[in-house]
């Protein structure tokens, strides 16, 4: 991040609770989803803390936390850098989005309420808006209750599961999405898997939201490796 990109300093200061490390790794996060910082790109303490304006302390605390949700990446005798996304690990996290929001669907359908009905019912007009509107084969990716999966995941009223994927895992899975959300027809087809999975929802079908929410990650994973396999191949015989 260049010096004119920089943040307004007076975001780092505490607010609702959080710390000075709260609010960096959540900038620094942003950044590194977003592209801003790119995989791959060194992570230069000094730099960092100059560009915010903080001390060593919540930085390095920042970067920890960022380790830890593999947004980031530190080697023996190196310094770190942000996450290469591999097919590999790609496949690893979304293998664990397939069974742990699987059962998130499945204790949200005991769970859920009208009121939480209307709202994903409302998330999905406003996605079917924005493909009318814009006429790409692009998914909206939203925050917290407005992002589909997130909402669905609180409705499950399960807080083990709630601090694994909106806490542990949110990032990463943003990640990944944000950088594969251009998986041709995909996102048609997401949007017509998610008003099932409502649905059943609705109809308090709790066997069948989960079988359709394992489905649709599972889809969404053959989409994503099939086109890094193409890209790959593509870029092999230039």
Sequence with gaps: MDADSAPDNSDLTDRGGDTIADRIFDLLSE?????????????????????????????????????ERQLITRTPRMSARVT???????????????????????????????????HLRGLLAAHQTQFAADNVDTYRMGRSDDDFHFYIIRCSRNQALIHILCDEYYNLIRLFRLQHRHVQGRAHRAFAEHQRLVDALADRDGELAEILMRRHVAAALKGILHTLSTSSASREEL
Excluded: F, K, N
Excluded at 87 to 97: F, K, S, V
């Design 84 to 118: 290469v996304v591999t097919p590999r690990l790609i496949g690893e996290i979304y293998t664990i989005r397939e069974a742990l929001e699987g059962i998130a669907a499945r204790q949200a359908a005991a769970h859920v309420t009208d009121a939480d009905i209307a």
């Design 31 to 67: 950044a590194i989803i977003s592209g801003e910082l790119a995989p791959a790109t060194r992570i230069r303490e000094p730099e960092l803390a100059a560009q915010y304006g903080v001390s060593r302390a919540p930085l390095r605390e920042a970067l920890r936390r960022l380790e």
